[in-house]
């Protein structure tokens, strides 16, 4: 399995996680980034896109100025830093990865994590 995720969990509304996907197999540094998610019953969701270099970001507007992805290419590990956390946030929160930052962007993917839950509550 390529891409692992990590640092899901119960929080607070208002609250704070990190999350981390860890990649191996695939050229890290070559390849761009995303988090999805998706809830019961929900359609999946784009939460954010991060370039293979890091020099670009994309976030819709449902989470903009509260998420921050980033990456580490030499630690081959990705990033999401949620802050004021929503109960509307719920949801299991997957890693993909692609070849270019258009195809996440387009919903995409060459590779998908097996997620890590993240529930928020009132």
């Known amino acids: 399995v390529p891409l692992v995720e990590s640092g899901g969990g119960m929080v607070q509304a208002g609250g704070s996680l990190r999350l981390s996907c860890a990649a191996s197999?695939?050229?890290?540094?070559?390849?761009?980034m995303g988090w999805y998610r998706q809830a019961p019953g929900n359609e999946r969701e784009l939460v954010a896109i991060?370039?293979?270099?890091?020099?670009?970001?994309y976030y819709p507007d449902s989470v903009k100025a509260r998420f921050t992805i980033s990456r580490d290419n030499a630690k081959n590990t990705l990033y999401l830093q949620m802050n004021s956390l929503k109960p509307e946030d719920t949801a299991m929160y997957y890693c993909?990865?692609?070849?270019?930052?258009?195809?996440?962007?387009?919903?995409?993917?060459?590779?998908w994590g097996q997620g890590t839950q993240v529930t928020v509550s009132s």
């Open positions: 197999g695939i050229i890290f540094s070559d390849t761009a």
């Open positions: 993909a990865a692609a070849r270019t930052f258009l195809q996440l962007r387009g919903g995409e993917y060459d590779y």
């Open positions: 991060i370039s293979d270099s890091g020099g670009t970001t």
